[in-house]
């Protein structure tokens, strides 16, 4: 008997439904769960961690990591726009620059900014203590990635645009600020909201600086939560807080998004 | 501190002199003489790749010249210190691709260059922006944004923005040549409607029809030379020059 496509699609697709849906319960039958349970969702240890891990712990995590995308949005946009300069010494500044930090660990230039600074200037530290050192460390580091999206979206802007605000008589940097930068920004934000969701993460790296028990971000906190209980639970939590930092802000951009694309 | 050279409304709209501009070894322009009265509609016409664009954008320094002057209205804007700023703010330049800014709504669009150059105040800047909407028979779509409208609409609201800077007067680049032919019409319509409000404009264009009715003087330009000039019906019916007859007996 011969089957229409479709009808072969839809058996094809039950078939692989079915198969799906035996392997996910011959694993969850698989699972112990009484023992998961008891390494990584341990209810007491997680009583024990709130209210801190929220008060301080996603608090530190979300300002770091403000602080440090903000100061690297800056730093990208000036290094782009000196990448794109007429002047040579600022593009060949730029790009040293950019590719310095972009090719560095970020752990490495956490830890020169902790260590590395108060032996180059004796008896100096970074201004800001912990704060300082994390808006610096991440803000080069993303700055230095920012810089190329930001100077490939200025680019993508098509160059009429630059010449009708010319060509109504403003000045290059008005035309700049005021007609080519949003529409580049608005080309970048998927690129942009990727690099702050990847700082959000590299925050944690500021363990380096030895953290007093205010300054700790989520991860420092899940870590020495899980050394105190002798239990993975102090990750778990930690590691959902970060999914509901970034799951929110994807959907956030994602509006955005569609919101300049009716307007485009 | 820079001093102010005159705007002189009695000296020639624009007078190029001996203008000669190279894209790196290749001469594109080879000495233009021509100037643009007070009123007048000037229409450039020619083949592809004869200059007519870089031309055009010369007189408002979108490209440098290479040598040669440029006055308007007794300014001379190939003066290196000249605010060309300034002198564009003065002349309304229309492209082929519209360039409107895409992520501003339509109003803003004309208003943006008065608040920030003209330094209007936004109440000001609104109105002028309506009058001029209202101009070019858009006055009902000021929220949309550029990508909602029509070639032939977002054409007119290029024109309303240049003319809401209340220029002395309007550079056209093909203005018709990338709408669909049903569109073109709208937009001669407005720029006949300027003509006749007596609005100093330079034309490049293929709209023959356009450049016999409104136009007071046409220039025939080849190979970056200006090869003929004279009274639009004069030239079109009767073309002197052995390349002007053959340019117009393929377009005409
Ligand atoms: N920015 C540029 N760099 C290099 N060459 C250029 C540039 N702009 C124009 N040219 C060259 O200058 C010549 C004249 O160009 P222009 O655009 O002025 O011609 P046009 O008469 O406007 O032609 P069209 O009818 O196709 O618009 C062409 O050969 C073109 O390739
Ligand atoms: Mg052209």
Redesign the pocket.
Known sequence: MALSPRKRARISRGIQYAVLAVLVVAILLAVDFGELKRAFWNTEVIAEMFPDVLTVALKNTIIYTACGFSFGLVLGLVLALMRLSSVGPYRWVATGFIELFRGLPALVVFIALTFGIPLAFPGRLVPGGTLGVVTLALGLVGGAYMAETIRAGIQAVPKGQMEAARSLGMSHTRAMVSIVIPQAFRIILPPLTNELILLTKDSSLIYVVGLAAGAQELTKFGRETMNSTNNMTGLVVVGLLYLVITVPLAIVVRRMEARAERAR | MMTEPAIDRSAAAIDVQDLHKY??D?E?LKGIDFHVDQGQVVCVV????????????CVNRL?EPTSGRIVVEGVEITDPDVDVDKVRSRIGMVF?QFNLFPHLTVLRNLTIAQQRVRRRSKDEAVEVARTNLAKVGLADREDAYPAHLSGGQQQRVAIARALSMSPDMMLF??PTSALDPELVGDVLDVMRDLASEGMTMMV?T?EMGFAREVGHKLVF?DG?VIVEEGDPRKVLADPQHERTQAFLSKVL
């Open positions: 894209f790196g290749n594109v020619g083949p592809s790749g004869s200059g007519k664009s870089t031309l055009l954008r490209e082929q680049d093909e490049v293929h330009m970056g």
